[in-house]
Every structure is written in C-alpha cells, then in structure tokens.
C-alpha cells in the first residue's frame, strides 16, 4: 500500500541500497486491512499511507514478492513504520497465502476532525480536504496543495504539523502507546 505499490519507487528504494530491483507484484485481497493515513508529512510533501484494520472488509492490495536482501533493503527505507505480521492471510485467485506484512505506521493514523480515521485517496484531495477543515493547519502551510507541499519542504514546518496533528487529536492510536510511553517524533524521509 502506499508508495511501495509504486515500481518506480521500489527501484530507486533498491538501487539507493545496491539490491536487484526486479520485484514481482501480484494484487492480492487483504482481509482486515485498509489503506489509511498516516499522521505524518514526508519531506517531500505527501501524506504517507499506513494499514487501517477494517474488520468485515477485504481490500484489493499489491502483494510484493521479496527476497531477504530486498526485505533488508526496504525495512531501511521505512524508519517511520516497523513490519507487522498481518492478522489474515492474503488471498490470490482464491488461494490462502503464507502469513504477508505490512507497515505499520509509528505515528499513529490521522482522523478527521470527528475522530474517524481516514481513508487514503488522492495527494491532492486528502491535503485540500485537510487544509479546509482547519485554520490552524491553513496558517501553517497556506491554503493550497501546492503551498502545502512547498512549505513542509521545511522541517521546522513539517515539525509544527505533526505537532499540530497531536495536539488537536487527528492522529489516532499509536502502535508505542500500547509497548511503550515515549515520544516517537517522524523521521526525516
């Protein structure tokens, strides 16, 4: 889910580490599970996708079939998530699979200002949407997509949004609030 369904974002991921980009995908249902949001901005601009369970529902997800140096390889890429095993296994053509994983977001996922989750959708859609529903957020890094990405191009902005998200509860259940108290601040990737 996310950008590691991408085959241009898996090449570079690979290359940057020195490991064979070839990647078979295959799309595969996933019991449980859905494409949520992560409570987190990337350097780069985006809202980072993160696994939302959805008890009942099956979504239609891209299966990657990694060897262990690939495996090794995207772990590095993801320093603000941690692989979980999945609770169910993936199904392909009506066949159960071997236990799959995802990565499960380290910031927890955001909520819309009702405290519901959100679904991942389009980059530009998701980042208006947010931006409409908060002055705050519109002040931080204007009104636009567009501004929004130019201005989280700043750490020090891309820091006040995640605190941002903390402090007026969009970001929902934190993996480490259940194993541990600390404070997990994103990243810069």
């Excluded at 929902?172 to 997990?184: D, I, L, T």
Aim: glycine share 8%; hydrophobic share 40%; proline share 10%.
């Amino acid at each position: 889910m996310g950008s590691n369904a991408a085959p241009s974002q898996l090449r570079r991921k690979f290359l940057d580490h020195g490991v064979r980009p070839v990647v078979p995908m295959t799309l595969a249902d996933a019991p449980g599970i859905a494409p949520g949001v992560s409570a987190h901005v990337s350097r780069w601009g985006y809202v980072p996708a993160a696994p939302l369970e959805t008890p009942g529902e099956t979504s239609t997800l891209y299966a990657l079939w990694l060897d262990e140096r690939q495996l090794a390889a995207l772990d590095l890429t993801e320093p603000n998530y941690r692989r979980k095993p999945l609770e169910h296994p993936v199904i392909i053509g009506g066949e159960r699979l071997a236990p799959a994983f995802a990565y499960e977001g380290r910031h927890g996922l955001l909520a819309d200002a009702a405290g519901r989750p959100l679904r991942l959708g389009p980059q530009r859609a998701l980042i208006q949407s947010l931006l409409d529903d908060s002055p705050a957020l519109r002040h931080l890094c204007g009104d636009t997509p567009d501004a929004f990405v130019g201005n989280v191009g700043d750490e020090s902005v891309r820091a006040a949004v995640f605190r941002f998200f903390q402090a007026e509860r969009r970001a929902g259940h934190r993996p480490e609030q259940s194993r541990r108290a600390a404070k997990v601040e994103p990243r810069d990737r």
